[in-house]
């Protein structure tokens, strides 16, 4: 199958050529058709699979028909960075088009959306928080709406958008298409759309990376040693694109911070940076002036880098399923990936829980020149630091007392 068999318009054919779409990939070719004819969608893929322009074409191709800059579709997204993405993709594939995109999402100042949404619009991508301020503010209305598209569905309810988007689609017309994506169809996301859906054509395709396709390999650490791990490997590996994940926004960025005092190039991205750091920090990653991206699960949910030839977990992560989310990042479009997680004795549990549901042994390994009976330096407790202070003091009054 070619996409000139889906009978797109002239111009979205052109703008898939440009952008140097071979051949559709299986999530393209089971939902474009489908959704072509206004069917809603049920869809099970994750990002990297070509699961955006999967929804974005048969999308495009349906508002090519009217002349107006009204809003008529809406696609809702987890994340700013995701939203941005997705955007971006829309424009490529609408070029040569009339068709308006605008992206919004929280994290930056309201005026400049305001004054896209109020000057008319045909698509909107937006993260439900940010999207209802606009709503409550009457700069965006939904009565013309055709198409809802619901991308990353599990990620938007496990961060807690559910009850906003229930907000949101109780404004929206019942007679629309709405198409849902997630990268796992858990009970959660299925009750969801049996609320939103009428009769979906349920479309689920293999991951596009499998565990095989990732080389995966675990480094027995203690905790006091990841840093010296983590920067061994990046000096005697051939990394050339890294993404590396820690549990919290804390230790992100200490561990950018090691790297850059290392001399190695990193960045960080995560939920306190701003929209600007976030953006930036995402842009020298993929142009490669940041060898090393440093991200929490929530801020890399979404990420869709080409040619990230390395994950490390730094910390290893909660869930069986995080961690097989993380690994593909690398690996894509059946190309060789690795991942590298870092594992102290607290995360054998989950590791053997990751071998069983992978149904498979996972390499450990140790690396030359590292002590790993190396001790923990104590760090003295603040009444020892002010003893120690106090001591200096007064000695230090002695010797300027003492006759010369």
Do not use: C, W
């Not at 996409?3 to 052109?14: H, I, N, P, Q, V």
């Not at 869709?304 to 894509?332: K, W």
């Not at 923990?376 to 009054?397: F, G």
């Amino acid at each position: 199958m070619s996409f000139s068999s889906f009978g797109l318009d002239a111009r979205l054919e052109k703008n898939v050529a440009r952008l140097d779409f071979a051949q559709p990939t299986p999530i393209q070719s089971a939902t474009i058709p489908a959704a072509l004819t206004g069917q809603d969608i049920l869809g099970s893929a994750e990002t990297g699979t070509g699961k955006t322009a999967a929804y974005l074409l048969p999308l495009l191709q349906r508002l090519l028909a009217a002349r107006d800059h009204a809003l008529r579709a809406l696609i809702l997204v987890p994340t700013r960075e995701l939203a941005l993405q997705v955007a971006e993709q829309a424009k490529a594939l609408s070029a040569q088009t009339d068709l308006r995109v605008a992206a919004i999402f929280g994290g930056v100042p309201m005026g400049a959306q305001t004054i896209a949404l109020r000057r008319g619009t045909d698509i909107v991508i937006a993260t439900p928080g940010r999207l209802l301020d606009h709503a409550e503010r009457r700069n965006v209305t939904f009565d013309r709406l055709q198409v809802l598209v619901l991308d990353e569905a599990d990620r938007m309810l496990d961060v807690g958008f559910l009850p906003d988007i229930r907000r949101i689609i109780a404004q929206l017309p019942r007679e629309r298409q709405t198409m849902l994506f997630s990268a796992t169809l858990v009970p959660e996301v299925v009750a969801l759309a049996a609320q939103v859906t009428r009769h979906p054509a349920r479309i689920q395709v293999e991951q596009t990376a499998t565990p095989e396709a990732i080389a995966q390999t675990l480094f027995p650490v203690p905790e006091h040693l990841k840093s010296q791990v983590l920067q061994q490997l990046l000096r005697e590996e051939a990394m050339d694109s890294v993404l590396i994940f820690a549990r919290t926004k804390h230790r992100a960025d200490r561990v950018a911070r090691q790297l850059q005092r290392a001399n190695i190039r990193a960045t960080v991205i995560h939920g306190d940076r701003t929209q600007s750091q976030r953006i930036t920090a995402l842009e020298d990653f993929r142009r490669g002036k940041s060898r090393v991206l440093v991200a929490t699960d929530i801020a890399a949910r979404g990420l869709d880098v080409e040619g990230i030839s390395h994950v490390v977990n730094y910390d290893a992560p909660l869930h069986v399923e995080d961690y097989v989310h993380r690994i593909g990042r690398t690996g894509r479009m059946q190309n060789a990936g690795r991942a590298y997680t870092l594992v102290t004795p607290d995360d054998e549990m989950l590791v053997r829980r990751i071998e069983i549901v992978l149904q498979q042994k996972i390499e450990r390994r140790r690396l030359e020149g590292v002590d790993y009976r190396a001790p923990a330096l104590v760090k003295p407790s603040a009444d020892a630091i002010r003893r120690y202070v106090e001591a200096n003091r007064n000695a230090r009054q002695k010797m300027a007392a003492a006759p010369a």
